[in-house]
């Protein structure tokens, strides 16, 4: 995943419904992360919610990117 990419949101959280779709305008992988190794960091990415003026984060396992392909 990466900024540009339209997706899907897996997890609902207040005001966004599961299956929701997103673009992701912004993707950060924090130097210091809760875990026992770097092995355990993830990418947190900012995505803004399309059809409202509303950006949210969320880890990459919470999202899916859409195949826009055809």
């Given at each position: 995943m990466k900024p540009g990419n339209l997706i899907r949101i897996n997890r609902a959280a207040i005001g966004v419904p599961a299956g929701s779709m997103a673009l992701i305008i912004k993707s950060d992988l924090p130097e210091r992360w809760v875990g026992d190794s770097a092995e355990a960091r993830?990418?947190?990415?900012?995505?803004?919610?399309l059809g409202k003026n509303r950006t949210r984060r969320y880890l990459g396992r919470d999202l899916e990117v859409i195949n826009a392909s055809r």
């Open positions: 993830e990418v947190i990415h900012t995505v803004q919610i």
